[in-house]
Structures are given as C-alpha cells and as structure tokens.
C-alpha cells in the first residue's frame, strides 16, 4: 500500500508541479469563461433571462444561470489538455517509463486522472472566486456540495480525453481532434441555454442534448452548487465514467488496446 501512495504521490506532484509552472495555462483557463460571463452574459441578460425552473427558486439573470456551464467548460478544457500532455509525454518518452514500471496500468492512468481532476477542481475555486466578487453568489454550502460533482466531472471528461489519446499517435493530430469533441460536447448541452429553450427553438438539437453527457454533468455540477442532488444526472454521469474509464484502460492495454496496433507506449 505504501508503495501505491508513493506512485500516487509522485504522479499527482508532477502534475501539479507542471501545472504550478505553466501560469499561461492557468491564465488560459480563466480567460474562456470569464469572456462569457462578463461579455457575453452581459450582452444577454435582458434578451435570455431564464425562468424560474429547478434548482432555482426564483427567476434569474442569465449570468447566473451560466456559471455552472463555465465550470463545466473549465473542466472539459482541462481535461483535454490533460490528455494532451499524455500524447506529449508519450511521444518524448516519459509516460513511456512510467507505463512500464512495475505497477498496474490501470493504477497509472486513474492517478494521471486524479492529476488532473485536482487541477481543474483548483481552477474552478478560483473562478468561482472571481464570480462571487463579481456579485454571483451561491448559498455557502453549495461551495462544499459542489466538490464532490467536481471530482466525478473532472473524472468523466479526463477519461474522455484519455480515449482519444489511444487513437492518435501525433501530437499535432490530437489538438485537431480536441476541437471535434470539445465544442459540440459543449455547445449541445444545457451549459448556455436550458433544455427546454433548446426544445423551442430545434427539436432535433435538444434531442442531441438531451443524449448528451455533459448536459447531465453540468445539471449535477448546478443542483449541487445549490445543495442539491439530482439523482438522475448523477447516476448517468457516474455511468459514463465508468464506460468511458474502461475503454481508456482497455485502449492502453499493450496487448489489446489501441497502443498496441499503432505501436505506441
């Protein structure tokens, strides 16, 4: 056990290490939604107020009704660049060592997850810092509920982006693909808009939305932030992780994974 605390320990510190020493990336996280909140959301408030629906008890500006979508654009953003760092590594040779020490792959690649979940749990704190300054604040408790939606979130679309790095070899091929999975995952999901106007103006789209997985990700990240539990898109986020987990662990499977077939580490 201690030696699995050790490799834990080490993987996680190396992260945050880099993280720590890359302000730019930090900067770049906040810079996306800060422009929607304060630019974006200010150009829409009167024309996109939203009605009071759950988990609000009253109607709200749409600022308000957003920030749950922007953490979850931190995170999603995160994630993706996290697996983009994998793609890097593997290509300059050290995630190459690390998945050939003696300790189970699959052990590997969940502390490379929880790596970057803890990064992207530190960018949201602060986000939500600079929200409540700005006047968008929710109830004391939400602060604390919202950590655990956090983890499995940062979970989720971490283990999406470890996917696609199983199916691209080149660095500069996975930067392309992020950008096929990261702004449809976004844009069609309840992050900007709720459901039910989607449903109002395409049918088609809020059935896209609907299957989302994000969609529910971003409703359990806003029922939290409001000390509340929304079963459902809790147990289809949990599921998805899951699904998605495995196929990662599956895909770096040296014997029957993805890496296997293009040769890779």
Not at 55 to 67: A, F, G
Not at 144 to 164: D, E, R, S, Y
Not at 227 to 236: C, G, K, R, S, Y
Request: with cysteine; charged share 10%.
């Amino acid at each position: 056990m201690g030696r699995y605390l050790h490799c834990m320990r080490g993987v996680v510190s190396r992260e945050l290490l880099r993280f720590v020493h890359q302000r730019s990336r930090f900067v770049a996280a906040l810079v996306r939604p800060l422009i929607w909140l304060f630019v974006f959301a200010a150009g829409f408030r009167m024309a996109l107020g939203v009605a009071m629906t759950d988990p609000y008890k009253t109607y709200i500006l749409y600022e308000v009704y957003i920030i749950p979508g922007l953490v979850g654009m931190i995170q999603l953003f995160n994630g993706m660049q996290s697996s983009l760092s994998m793609v890097y590594d593997r290509e300059m040779g050290s995630m190459r060592v690390l998945l050939v020490s003696p300790f189970p792959r699959w052990y590997l690649l969940v502390c490379k997850l929880l790596a970057g979940t803890l990064v992207s749990i530190a960018q949201v704190y602060v986000f939500l810092t600079i929200a409540w300054f700005y006047g968008i604040k929710a109830p004391p408790m939400g602060y604390v509920w919202i950590l655990p939606a956090l983890v499995v979130t940062g979970f989720m679309v971490g283990a999406l982006g470890m996917l696609l790095s199983t199916f691209v070899k080149q660095l500069e091929n996975f930067a392309g693909v992020m950008n096929f999975v990261i702004f449809p995952m976004f844009f069609l999901s309840s992050a900007l808009y709720p459901l039910w106007r989607i449903r109002e103006g395409s049918y088609l789209v809020y059935q896209i939305a609907a299957m989302n997985p994000f969609t529910y990700a971003v409703e359990m990240i806003r029922f939290a932030l409001y000390e509340q539990l929304n079963l459902d898109a809790v147990m289809i986020v949990v599921a998805t992780t899951l699904v998605l987990l495995a196929l990662a662990i599956l895909g770096y499977n040296p014997a029957r994974g993805m890496m296997a077939r293009k040769g890779g580490g």
